[in-house]
């Protein structure tokens, strides 16, 4: 049996497997691509001709499934990569592979140095090394690696987005107040064309003072995230009584924050001015686009 004294180090012989696994986001294994490559020089026969090598992966559920890696009349030689494709007979989930066993009926006695296998998006499923990690000779041909085994911590899958459940509107008046018998209304626009209506200020309610804050907080109709948001329209209605001309509103400032579970919460527009804007009987609505102004 060879070592790496026999060998030395410049005659070592290493096997690198790399595993690409073909398939989409969501969807199973169906076939795998295999690419091995011996570990020495160019000149360099490292498993000769009469030797064959197998890959067997084996499942929880169905039947293991080998094929050839190197048919008996190939000779593979150092640094030279050898490729093969399996499709599987049936897809397979991920977490249905147990292991893969590498197999190899030879005269020779090669060492594994390092193996790897991957899996979609190319996250690791085994990655092993050593000097050697393994030797297959006549008496010890096969050699088996669990899946997964030996790879880092995978980094933690992205959180989904934030949902808010709530919208709070903080508004300023200016110089001009919003008068006692006048409303005012903030329509929310979604990015699915769908809209949600706010009542701000009620008929009747009370005037808003010049120079005066004011904040008014509502339910969301259904969850939602901030990229929901498209446009907020701010609309003065006037509703005027006897000797009364239509009513202007002058906002200071406005900021609207949606509000979720956990004192959780996301800017959705925020803007100030000497006025910001001036609401009028005949230009009575402002339209706010979603995370203008917002840090």
Not at 45 to 62: D, E, L, Q
Not at 80 to 88: G, I, L, N, R, Y
Not at 149 to 169: D, M, S, V, W, Y
Request: charge should be neutral.
């Amino acid at each position: 049996m060879c070592n790496a004294k026999r060998l030395g180090s410049a005659l070592g012989i290493a096997l690198l497997i790399g595993f690409a696994v073909q398939r989409a986001e969501g969807e199973q294994i169906k076939s795998i691509s295999v690419s091995l490559t011996p570990y020495g020089t160019a000149t360099q026969v490292i498993v000769g001709r009469g030797s064959t090598v197998s890959a067997t992966v084996n499942f929880k559920s169905g039947a293991p499934e080998t094929w050839g890696l190197k048919l008996a009349l190939a000779e593979w030689h150092g640094g030279a990569a050898q490729q093969s494709v399996h499709a599987f007979k049936s897809p397979h989930d991920e977490t249905d592979l147990v292991n893969i066993v590498i197999s190899s009926t030879n005269k020779e006695t090669w060492s594994i140095e390092k193996f790897m296998v991957k899996g979609d998006a190319l996250q690791c499923l085994v990655e092993n090394s050593g000097l050697p990690l393994h030797q297959l000779s006549a008496a010890a041909p096969g050699t088996t690696y669990p899946i997964p085994g030996g790879c880092p911590a995978r980094p933690a899958p992205p959180k989904p987005p934030a949902l808010f459940t709530k919208i709070h509107f903080n508004i300023t008046t200016g110089g001009d107040d919003l008068r006692h018998d006048s409303d005012a209304k903030a329509v929310a626009h979604y990015t699915n064309g769908q809209s949600e209506t706010f009542l701000l200020k009620a008929k009747d309610a009370g005037s808003w003072d010049n120079n005066s804050n004011h904040q008014v907080e509502w339910p969301l109709g259904v969850p939602r995230d901030l990229a929901a948001f498209s446009t907020i329209a701010v609309t003065l209605t006037s509703h005027n009584g006897t000797f009364e001309t239509d009513d202007n509103w002058n906002i200071q400032s406005i900021e609207i924050t949606i509000l979720g579970p956990a004192n959780a919460s996301a800017c959705v527009f925020k803007a100030s001015g000497n006025p910001f804007v001036r609401l009028t009987g005949s230009a009575g609505t402002v339209n706010l686009k979603a995370k203008q102004g917002c840090p």
